[in-house]
């Protein structure tokens, strides 16, 4: 996979990290707007880097790329996408793939018709530690409760409060805590269980109708799960699942998990007890899994990506469309219910 970067932030410095350590994955080119040349020029000499673009169509004609990765705020990952996918080129946008669920699907279709591949960079679904999640489901039994936080107080929420609309908490950009940050407990939800029947948003709203914060309930059929998301507190984060039979807890963020410890029932005891609360309490097996050192949480997802590409595996490309597109509608019936509209 050569690799064209759409951007010059610092998403965009930590995929070129990132990639150094990815198999099957070589950084071609780069672009950045005029004003930002100089940036792109000490990143290209950073990371040897070939072609150095200001012209989007002309990087889109030229570059010996064959897959561009857009780092750019939420907004422009529409219309930067669709031009590449038009010129023939593979994308991976930087989640949330865009703001609208028709701008994704319409995105999906037209990479299809035009051989190409389109996908979201969400790291979680690329990490050993959801895989090992997915594997100790069975362990707990029937799901009765998904549970997740994650709460960060943003960089840019001192401005905010100020009144100063940025980027982060602007409704033009696709900004708020519901696609930013609550985005990766919806991954974890629509991955492990599909798409939900219903949803409901609960969200604190800032002055520019913009969610700071917010409570997502997804409704299953058998099942609620809970996801909170926050840019404007700080919390202990942490995924608890809940079965019949046991549960699961990560005591991290949901997108650097670290370790996983599952506690389920003892089968072969079945002996019980009451505790203080008069509750019964079964015998039960703990199991704790460590994950695996990276050198950067991005990495895998890019060799996952190259390996898609240069092997033309578009079952595992329609996978990840399908759970990428179903997250978009998922957040958008949530935003639309909880009345906040993207500009």
Avoid: W
Wanted: with cysteine; hydrophobic share 35%; proline share 2%.
């Amino acid at each position: 996979m050569k690799l064209a970067f759409i951007g010059t932030g610092k998403i965009i410095e930590d995929a070129l990290y990132a990639t150094q350590f990815s198999e099957n994955t070589q950084a071609k080119a780069i672009f950045a707007r005029p004003h930002s040349k100089e940036k792109a020029e000490i990143l290209a000499g950073k990371y040897n880097i070939e072609e150095v673009f200001t012209d989007y169509a002309k990087l889109l004609e030229e570059s010996s790329s064959d897959t561009v990765y857009i780092g750019l705020v939420n907004s422009a990952h529409y219309q930067y996408a669709k031009e590449a996918v038009l010129a023939g080129k593979n994308v991976i946008l930087e989640k949330p793939l865009t703001g609208f669920y028709s701008q994704a699907k319409e995105l999906f279709e037209l990479a299809q018709q035009n051989g190409v591949f389109v996908f979201e960079a969400i790291t979680i679904l690329h990490t050993p530690a959801f895989s090992t999640l997915k594997n100790q489901l069975k362990k707990i039994g029937k799901i009765k409760i998904f549970n997740s936080n994650y709460s960060q107080y943003s960089s840019r929420y001192d401005s905010y409060r100020n009144g100063i609309e940025e980027h982060a908490f602007d409704r033009k950009y696709y900004g708020g805590a519901l696609f930013d940050i609550n985005i990766y407990n919806v991954h974890y939800c629509v991955s492990l269980f599909g798409r939900p029947d219903d949803v409901d948003y609960f969200p604190n709203i800032g002055f520019n109708g913009i969610d700071t914060s917010g409570i997502l309930i997804l409704k299953y059929r058998d099942f609620n799960a809970v996801c909170i998301g926050a840019k404007d507190s700080d919390s202990r984060c942490y995924l608890s699942i809940q079965g019949e039979d046991g549960d699961i807890l990560v005591e991290n963020k949901p997108n650097n998990i670290e370790k996983i410890k599952v506690k389920f029932v003892d089968k072969t005891n079945t002996a019980t007890t009451r505790d203080a609360s008069g509750a019964s309490v079964r015998a039960t097996i703990t199991e704790e899994f460590e994950t695996p050192k990276c050198n950067h949480r991005m990495s895998q997802e890019f060799t996952d990506f190259a390996n898609i590409i240069d092997s033309g595996d578009t079952k595992k490309a329609q996978e990840l469309s399908e759970e990428s597109l179903t997250v978009i509608e998922t957040l958008e019936r949530a935003r639309l219910k909880a009345d906040i509209s993207f500009e």
